[in-house]
């Protein structure tokens, strides 16, 4: 089978954090050959070949250093930010639509990453007159372009052969937009879970050590992060709270941190400027024993299934997040971590202490948060179930 995959996110170099779990995906399907066409960008090869996957890179600019749609923060925040980006969006559609256009008649199947490249996949198949099937995967923020432009998506969405939803609360946005829930079909990311050894939870109450690993912008959460922790350093002056990440509320929440005297006791950890951004992040795992996601909904972002969550449950961290997007569906709460209804500081931080102050039951979540990742969001699992899904679309058509 020869999948041919466009995306407006794809990794540039070894441990990027753009589109990671793409490239993930695909490499273990390693009996399909598969083309990504992705944007280029000045650190990446134009073409290149990792394992079954063919890479062309394709420039909507004259030269790669001017393009401000793609890759940084992503394309929904990059459009509010730069005007350029905007003035970018029917370049980028056009050079997708001309490279996709080109390579439809090669290719058994399409599998597009995100509206914007589905809808380009979409155009490209009724220009050229092809019946290549089109699968479309929605991962996030692309639910909210879909949402803005839902007249311009809608043949689109009406005529390609399915839609693939991270989570069932994914699934029910998607409908709720207007979207014919027998198009779509919940399918899980997943991740590599030999990369992540199975860690034994520390026995210590009074020097734990909390985690957050994320963008740092409002939809996130830190500020309320930071709020619980003071209060549990209150009762355990030794705890620490390491974030990494990097973000525009960079100095909101330095100041925050320095406004409530946690200087001390709070890590600020730039990944993005590392060589290998992966590597702090799993090097910071090994040092956690509680991880901390208290991200929030917004009217301008979604937060879909973080993938950080099902990394750490992997590695045996228990967790504490807020009730958002598919958080839940990844932490049970009173199983594998602590879910807390949005922006309860109260609560959260009384989350934040029991799981301090209760080696056993950190021990428990532990077990029982690796044990459901192995299950449910092992790539192991999730790429043969994608493979049924392509093979079954194949046969449906």
Not at 10 to 28: E, H, Q
Request: include cysteine; hydrophobic fraction near 40%.
């Amino acid at each position: 089978m020869k999948v041919l995959a466009p995306t407006t996110a794809f990794p540039r170099f070894s441990g990027d954090v753009n589109g990671t779990f793409i490239l993930d995906m695909f490499k273990r399907l390693n009996d399909i050959e598969f083309k990504v066409v992705a944007p280029s960008d000045v650190r990446a090869p134009l073409e290149e070949k990792i394992e079954n996957i063919f890479v062309e890179r394709v420039s909507y600019m004259p030269h790669p250093k001017y393009q401000r749609l793609t890759y940084g923060e992503g394309i929904h925040v990059n459009l509010q930010k730069s005007f350029l980006a905007k003035v970018q969006v029917p370049m980028l559609g056009i050079t997708l639509l001309k490279t996709i256009s080109k390579d439809l008649k090669k290719y058994d199947l399409v599998h597009a990453q995100m509206v914007f490249a589905g809808f380009a996949a979409y155009m490209a198949r009724f220009i050229t007159g092809k019946k290549t099937p089109i699968i479309v995967s929605f991962y996030g923020k692309d639910i909210l372009n879909c949402k803005q432009n839902f007249n311009l998506y809608r043949p689109m969405l009406k005529n390609i052969e399915l839609i693939l939803a991270l989570s069932k609360d994914m699934e029910k946005m998607l409908i709720d937009i207007g979207i014919d829930k027998n198009k779509i079909k919940v399918h899980h990311l997943g991740i590599d879970c030999k990369k992540f050894s199975y860690k034994k939870p520390s026995v210590s109450k009074n020097e734990i050590r909390f985690l957050s690993v994320a963008r740092f912008i409002e939809k996130k959460g830190i500020d309320y992060g930071i709020k619980a922790f003071a209060k549990v350093v209150k009762k355990y002056p030794k705890c620490k709270l390491s974030l990494v990440g990097d973000g525009p509320q960079l100095a909101y929440l330095m100041n925050l941190t320095k406004d409530l005297k946690l200087e001390k006791n709070v890590e600020f950890i730039n990944n993005l400027k590392a060589v290998n951004p992966r590597q702090v992040t799993f090097d910071e795992f090994n040092k956690a024993d509680i991880f901390l996601l208290p991200s929030i909904t917004t009217t301008n972002d979604y937060g879909g299934t973080p993938i950080v969550l099902m990394e750490a449950q992997a590695r045996g961290i228990p967790c504490v997040v807020f009730e958002d997007a598919g958080n839940s569906e990844i932490v049970l709460d009173g199983k594998t971590g602590f879910v807390v209804e949005q922006k309860n500081i109260e609560k959260l931080a009384e989350k934040m202490i029991d799981l301090a102050e209760n080696p056993k039951l950190r021990q428990k979540f532990s077990i029982e948060g690796r044990n459901y990742i192995l299950k449910e969001f092992n790539n192991d699992v999730q790429t043969r179930n994608l493979e049924s899904i392509y093979h079954e679309t194949l046969k449906n058509r």
